[in-house]
T-cell receptor
Framework: KAGVTQTPRYLIKTRGQQVTLSCSPI?????VSWYQQTPGQGLQFLFE???????NKGNFPGRFSGRQFSNSRSEMNVSTLELGDSALYLC??????????????FGPGTRLLVL | AQTVTQSQPEMSVQEAETVTLSCTYD???????LFWYKQPPSRQMILVIR??????QNATENRFSVNFQKAAKSFSLKISDSQLGDAAMYFC????????????????FGKGTLLTVNP
């Protein structure tokens, strides 16, 4: 079974621009979560989607948004980029079975550099 | 809110030796998962091992095993017969197990322990 895929793998943007990152979960996984990883803040939760609905959102400004499609693929968008948005953005997918949350499996990440 | 603490920013081990990475956590929940993830330099984060809180038996995956002390809220990872390929950042993580707890779908991570394996 194919793993979680993320595109693009690398991005360079300038301040003020916007960016869209894509994530395709493992087949059959309907939950997709996004995390931001930086050397200073570590791994921080952005949001989680299940069946096209955002169930949770982390403590990030409104410039960070996401969505999930009917095929469970997810996108996240960052508008008006700031230098501090430079990070590795990780997507993770998981099953939800019988009312229990299952293990999250991660994609390779998208490394965003904001100049 | 749940917290995860890894008190060892860096550890080193000789090849073929055993090393233990420490993790403590804080939660008021009774039903949860604990994980160790491994992230090699510039490579993908992968699951090493998972422990379900309601299981008393410590999880084991080949050379990797955990010491889960629920009352003490401690969850350490032991790597036996260390190999050069084990060199990576190791993250301890917590996640609620029940879907009903709507505010806790996320993984809460520790800051990580950078493991170096010396030949």
């Amino acid at each position: 079974k194919a793993g979680v895929t993320q595109t693009p793998r690398y991005l360079i943007k300038t301040r003020g621009q916007q960016v869209t990152l894509s994530c395709s979960p493992i087949s059959g996984h309907r939950s997709v979560s996004w995390y931001q990883q930086t050397p200073g803040q570590g791994l921080q939760f952005l949001f989680e989607y299940f069946s096209e609905t955002q169930r949770n959102k982390g403590n990030f400004p409104g410039r960070f948004s996401g969505r999930q499609f009917s095929n469970s693929r997810s996108e996240m968008n960052v508008s008006t980029l700031e230098l501090g948005d430079s990070a590795l953005y990780l997507c993770a997918s998981s099953l939800t079975t019988g009312g229990r949350l299952e293990t999250q499996y991660f994609g390779p990440g998208t490394r965003l550099l904001v100049l | 809110a749940q917290t995860v603490t890894q008190s060892q920013p860096e550890m080193s081990v000789q090849e073929a030796e055993t090393v233990t990475l420490s993790c403590t956590y804080d939660t008021s929940e009774s039903d949860y998962y604990l994980f160790w993830y491994k992230q090699p330099p510039s490579r993908q984060m992968i699951l090493v091992i998972r422990q379900e809180a309601y299981k008393q038996q410590n999880a084991t995956e080949n050379r990797f095993s955990v010491n889960f002390q629920k009352a003490a809220k401690s969850f350490s990872l032991k790597i036996s017969d260390s190999q050069l390929g084990d060199a990576a950042m190791y993250f301890c993580a917590y996640r609620s197990a029940s879907v009903s707890r709507g505010s806790n779908y996320k993984l809460t991570f520790g800051k990580g322990t950078l493991l170096t394996v010396n030949p």
